[in-house]
């Protein structure tokens, strides 16, 4: 595996391939009321999460094997202007880092860019760590999974497309991934409803377990 992946020529093959298919994973959103469930978390092979990953190192535990990281929008233009970013626990401590938006042309990031994958993608580079970037072939199923239940075109959050990239090739004969933090809350563009039934019928089939914020 190379320390780090240019985004120009070599975006993420299927599936993660630092990602072991067999191992136990725990894959923590960032709701609040996730609980004092760090023992547990703590204690999978691989440990998923995302952007700032509140709770991180309190009642969410201090594991961290994969970090995904928007790299659209004003989240990551913040974090390009942090020139302490690198020195985040949740980012120090990650093994490999996940982008979930391929990087769009340049033609295509005008005027006003909203793609900062190179950008950010050199930023992590001095970490010598994995860097994978979902490609667009995912997008496309996220996009017909959740279109029945969405009125317009559906823009799939973070969360969503992580957890399809996780489970999509991991074989159902495994233990299911346990799913914490999540709580189909924020942004109002992403299909909020649409995930949600997502995820009960991935739990529904015995691929992931759904552990639900409390309160």
């Known amino acids: 595996m190379p320390s780090a992946v240019d985004p120009l020529t070599a975006p993420l093959a299927d599936p993660l391939p630092d990602l072991p298919a067999a191992a136990s994973l725990v894959i923590v959103g960032n709701a609040p009321g996730i609980g004092p469930v760090g023992p547990a978390i703590d204690a999978a092979a691989c440990v998923v999460r995302f952007n700032n990953a509140p709770g991180f190192g309190a009642g969410a535990g201090?594991?961290?094997?994969?970090?995904?990281?928007?790299?659209?929008?004003?989240?990551t233009r913040e974090w390009l202007a942090d020139r302490h970013f690198l020195e985040r626990p949740v980012v120090r401590e990650a093994r490999a880092f996940i982008l979930p938006f391929p990087m769009l042309p340049a033609e295509q990031n005008v005027p006003e860019p909203i793609c900062w994958t190179r950008e950010l993608t050199r930023r992590l580079r001095p970490?010598?760590?994995?860097?994978?970037?979902?490609?667009?072939?995912?997008?496309?199923?996220?996009?017909?999974?959740?279109?029945?239940?969405?009125?317009?075109?559906?823009?799939?959050?973070?969360?969503?497309?992580?957890?399809?990239?996780?489970?999509?090739?991991?074989?159902?004969r495994i233990r299911p991934a346990d799913a914490y933090g999540f709580g189909f809350a924020g942004w109002p563009g992403h299909p909020w409803d649409a995930e949600?039934?997502?995820?009960?019928?991935?739990?529904?089939?015995?691929?992931?377990?759904?552990?639900?914020?409390?309160?």
């Not at 995904?68 to 989240?75: D, E, I, K, Y």
């Not at 979902?134 to 009125?151: E, F, I």
């Not at 949600?196 to 309160?215: K, V």
């Open 62 to 75: 201090r594991r961290v094997t994969h970090l995904a990281l928007v790299n659209r929008g004003g989240q």
């Open 127 to 172: 970490l010598g760590r994995p860097i994978h970037i979902l490609p667009q072939a995912l997008h496309r199923q996220a996009h017909d999974l959740l279109a029945p239940g969405t009125a317009g075109s559906p823009n799939p959050s973070t969360g969503f497309l992580v957890t399809l990239a996780l489970l999509r090739d991991r074989s159902a």
């Open 196 to 215: 949600r039934a997502w995820f009960a019928a991935a739990a529904a089939s015995g691929r992931l377990r759904l552990h639900p914020p409390e309160g």
